[in-house]
C-alpha cells in the first residue's frame, strides 16, 4: 500500500538555526498538510498546500514557517530561526482531494536545544 | 469553530473484550466527516475508520466500529475482540465539508491499554 514518507526520522538542531523537514507524498494525491504535535499535547494543523500554494494555515504557521513543493515528488516545511518550543513531532499528511482520508507518514522527532 | 472533546484520558481493557472510547463534537457545519485515528508507540498516524455525516448508518471496518449520534454530536468508537496490538492513542477527528476547509481538528486523544 503507498505511503507517506518522512525524513528524516529525527532531527536534532541547535536552537536559532533553520531546519527542513522533508516529505513524500502518496504519488496521485494532490493535497498537502503539515501538523504538529507537542508532547502530550493534541495534533494542531499547521498548513495545507494545493495546486503550489498554500491552501490554508493556522495561527501557529507564522512567517518563521514555509512550505515548499521543490519538485514532483517533495513537499518540505521549512523552520527558520528555530526556537525550543518548536520542539515536536511533525506530521506530513496527503489525500486524494479535499475531505478525502488525509494520510500520515511516520513524522519527525523534533528537537531544539 | 470546531471543537472535538475526548473526555477519557486513558482506558484499559483484557484481550478480547470489547471497549467504546468517547468521543464529542461541536460544530455549526451541516456537512462534515469524523474519523478516528491510532497512533501506537511507534508515533505513527493511522486511519482506522471514517464517518460521513450524511449517512445515518454506522461505519465499520472489521472489528472497528463506530456509533454516530449526529443530534447528540456523538461519534463513538467500539473496539470488539481487542488485540494487544490495539494499544495505542486514539485519535477522534473532525473535518468540515463546506467552506473549502482542509484542516482536522483533533481530539486531545484517548490512550487505551489492552491487557493480556
Known amino acids: 500500500e503507498p505511503e507517506v514518507t518522512q525524513t528524516p526520522s529525527h532531527q536534532v538542531t541547535q536552537m536559532g538555526q533553520e531546519v527542513i523537514l522533508r516529505c513524500v507524498p502518496i504519488?496521485?494525491?494532490?493535497?498537502f498538510y503539515w501538523y504538529r504535535q507537542i508532547l502530550g499535547q493534541k495534533v494542531e494543523f499547521l498548513v495545507s498546500f494545493y495546486n503550489n500554494e498554500i491552501s490554508e494555515k493556522s495561527e501557529i504557521f507564522d512567517d518563521q514557517f514555509s512550505v515548499e513543493r521543490p519538485d514532483g515528488s517533495n513537499f518540505t516545511l521549512k523552520i527558520r530561526s528555530t526556537k525550543l518550543e518548536d520542539s515536536a513531532m511533525y506530521f506530513c499528511a496527503s489525500s486524494e482531494a479535499i475531505n478525502q482520508p488525509q494520510h500520515f507518514g511516520d513524522g519527525t522527532r523534533l528537537s531544539i536545544l | 469553530a470546531q471543537t472535538v472533546t475526548q473526555s477519557q484520558p486513558e482506558m484499559s481493557v483484557q484481550e478480547a473484550e470489547t471497549v467504546t472510547l468517547s468521543c464529542t463534537y461541536d460544530?455549526?457545519?451541516?456537512?462534515?466527516?469524523l474519523f478516528w485515528y491510532k497512533q501506537p508507540p511507534s508515533r505513527q498516524m493511522i486511519l482506522v475508520i471514517r464517518q460521513e455525516a450524511y449517512k445515518q448508518q454506522n461505519a465499520t471496518e472489521n472489528r472497528f466500529s463506530v456509533n454516530f449520534q449526529k443530534a447528540a454530536k456523538s461519534f463513538s468508537l467500539k473496539i470488539s475482540d481487542s488485540q494487544l496490538g490495539d494499544t495505542a492513542m486514539y485519535f477522534c477527528?473532525?473535518?468540515?465539508?463546506?467552506?473549502?476547509?482542509?484542516?482536522?481538528?483533533f481530539g486531545k486523544g484517548t490512550k487505551l491499554t489492552v491487557n493480556p
Open positions: 477527528a473532525f473535518i468540515a465539508t463546506q467552506g473549502g476547509s482542509e484542516k482536522l481538528v
Open positions: 460544530t455549526s457545519e451541516s456537512n462534515y466527516y
Open positions: 504519488s496521485n494525491h494532490l493535497y
